[in-house]
Nanobody, 114 residues
Framework: QVQLVESGGGLVQAGGSLRLSCAASGTTFSRYVMAWYRQAPGKQRELVALIRQGGSTNYADSVRGRFTISRDNAKNTVDLQMNSLKPEDTAVYYC????????WGQGTQVTVSS
């Protein structure tokens, strides 16, 4: 069983920055592909960014160049640095771990005001 706990969400003005963090426990963290997803009201959950075991990354087109995903295998954490935030980034952000099974965190709200 893997537990994922997100932190760092909140309210920020457009153009501002936030840093989300996800702490994982109960697992060999380095084996997992880690990702951040988000879900806005009335919309499907979408992939924001992922980072593989070796450190390679992928980003959604809508966030590329503004968001950066990183992982620390020694601390069992994955972070999402979000810069130049836009109102359309408003959503609940979820941490995700994938290897043999998939696990989700409880989500953290990010609200960007215009």
């Amino acid at each position: 069983q893997v537990q994922l706990v997100e932190s760092g969400g909140g309210l920020v003005q457009a153009g501002g920055s936030l840093r989300l963090s996800c702490a994982a426990s109960g697992t060999t963290f380095s084996r997992y592909v880690m990702a951040w997803y988000r879900q806005a009201p009335g919309k499907q959950r979408e992939l924001v960014a992922l980072i593989r075991q070796g450190g390679s990354t992928n980003y959604a087109d809508s966030v590329r160049g503004r968001f950066t995903i990183s992982r620390d295998n020694a601390k069992n954490t994955v972070d999402l640095q979000m810069n130049s935030l836009k109102p359309e980034d408003t959503a609940v952000y979820y941490c995700n771990a994938q290897w043999i099974q998939t696990y989700w965190g409880q989500g953290t709200q990010v609200t960007v005001s215009s």
